[in-house]
């Protein structure tokens, strides 16, 4: 390694509050900048979405009186004509000087209004010609809201904005069920023009200060209808702003975003964010040098495959054990022919073996013994033994759990192993001296072994 674990973790902090420190400064200037213009700001968008839902209801209670005016003639006379609700409608309605209820340009949003008679509908408009929002212009959605009309008698129910398929126009649709001594009668609409509503609120999609959406949900459809912005619904920040508002049955979110934040500091937040993201780099890169110092320090110290301890470190932990007063025993179990498994099958099925291996020789030791793995062999340290009986105990079992077959990775194994173990008891505190006397005993036992065959020890 081109540095040591200490000088590693050395950099690796000092980056790391170097990074730190830069963002914090980072944030405060950012701050610091754009503080007095977004709390201006704040005041007027709370300002602006105020009054644009005040001029939306009382834009809806203007249509609301006009409904009840027309619903109040026809309960009054529910036997009156087509001809006499149309001049009903032409003499008290149409012609009614719209800009004393509104202060504005275009005030004339009411496109005309719907007398269904039985749900026959009567289509009654300033301009005979203007038919772009009959029914055949309505979507699937208007059963819905006619049922919905009709269990709310009273009420005035909204649907929309639907947009036309023939002429593209968008309307809102506001209904009221007729009842006349409790009976069905029909029910009266009042057809809205949705820009020319917009056009009398004075909304545009955007304006010198703030940018404006308006995204209202449509019966049984895949997606919500959104005039303006789409954006603004799918972030939530500070210049982000969003309102409900409720009214005949139906909710529109209305949204809106300050124009214009934050772009004093702009140019020096890029500054901070690129900087920022070279030292986040740089932290990365140190991170990365610890991580591949740590990995191969890890490697050392535990086995990848069965999680046994290295056997480095095993081999310290044996050598200052032994030399204390206490006696411990050292079993090894060497696997016969295990090469041949990998040239056999492949190495995920040895990988396999290994693991299970390793599980029955953790079933059959006590808890505090430690296991360690080279190769295809096992090296068992029994700590604090009483006896040579103690020993011979984990040996028998061993053998046999391993005489067991092996069922891995759809695989029968009939594994054949070679244990052989000696005890500070016998052979003092000398651990090579222990290990040779095993050595010895292990090879004693090879000689006399049959050896492992494919055709006589795997079965699949």
């Known amino acids: 390694m081109l540095f040591n674990a200490f000088r590693i973790y050395i950099y690796t902090f000092a980056f790391f509050v170097i990074t730190f420190l830069f963002f914090i400064a980072g944030i405060y200037l950012d ?9 201006q700001n704040s005041e007027l968008a709370s300002e602006r979405m105020e009054n644009v839902e005040n001029d939306l209801l009382s834009n809806f209670n203007m249509v609301r009186d006009h409904a009840e005016k027309l619903s109040f003639f026809i309960e009054n006379n529910p036997e009156s004509k087509q001809s006499e609700l149309k001049s009903f409608v032409e003499l008290n309605l149409l012609p009614k000087d719209l800009s004393s209820f ?47 009309t009709k269990r709310n008698p009273g009420e005035v129910v909204v649907q929309g904005p639907i947009i036309s398929p023939r002429t593209h126009e968008i309307n809102v ?26 056009d009398c609120m004075k909304l545009n999609a955007e304006d010198s200060m703030f940018i404006y959406s308006i995204k209202s949900p449509i019966y049984k459809a895949d997606r919500d209808f959104i005039w303006g912005d789409s954006s603004l619904f799918n972030h939530k920040n500070v210049v982000y702003r969003q309102r409900t508002i409720v009214f005949g049955k139906q909710h529109w979110d209305f949204a809106l975003k ?3 934040v934050g772009k004093p500091a702009l140019l020096g937040n890029k500054i901070y964010f690129v900087l920022f993201i070279l030292y986040l780099f740089t932290l990365a890169l140190s991170y990365y040098l610890v ?12 086995d990848p495959i069965t999680a046994t301890i290295g056997h480095d470190k095993f081999l310290a932990y044996v050598k200052s054990r032994i030399r204390g007063s206490s006696d411990h025993g050292i079993v090894v179990l060497e696997l016969i022919h295990f090469n041949q498994i990998n040239s056999c099958y492949d190495f995920k099925v040895g990988d396999a073996l290994l693991c299970e291996v390793t599980k029955r020789i953790k079933s059959v030791i006590s808890y505090n013994d430690v296991v360690c793995r080279i190769g295809s062999e096992f ?54 001296e222990i290990m040779n006397e095993i050595s010895e005993s292990i090879l004693e036992t090879k000689r006399s072994m049959k050896f492992y ?6 079965n699949h």
């Open 31 to 39: 701050v610091s900048l754009n503080e007095a213009l977004e709390q």
């Open 102 to 148: 509104f202060n504005a340009v275009n005030n004339d949003f009411i496109n005309g209004y719907i007398i269904a008679l039985g749900d026959s509908p009567l289509v009654i408009s300033k301009d005979d010609t203007q038919t772009s929002f009959q029914l055949n212009d309505l979507d699937k959605s208007t059963e819905y809201y006619l049922d919905l």
């Open 173 to 198: 649709y506001n209904r009221k069920a007729i009842y006349v001594d409790g009976k069905y009668w029909g029910y009266i609409g009042v057809v809205v023009d949705f820009y020319k509503l917009l």
């Open 258 to 260: 300050e124009k214009n």
């Open 291 to 302: 991580k591949v110092h740590s990995d191969l320090k890890k490697a050392q110290e535990i």
């Open 379 to 432: 090296i068992i340290f029994m700590k604090n033994i009483r006896s040579n009986i103690d020993v011979d105990r984990v040996q028998a079992e061993l053998y046999d759990e391993m005489e067991k077959a092996f069922n891995v990775a759809n695989v029968c194994i009939n594994l054949k192993v070679v244990i052989g173990s000696s005890s500070t008891i016998s052979k003092g505190r000398d651990y090579y």
């Open 453 to 458: 065959s494919r055709e006589s020890d795997l």
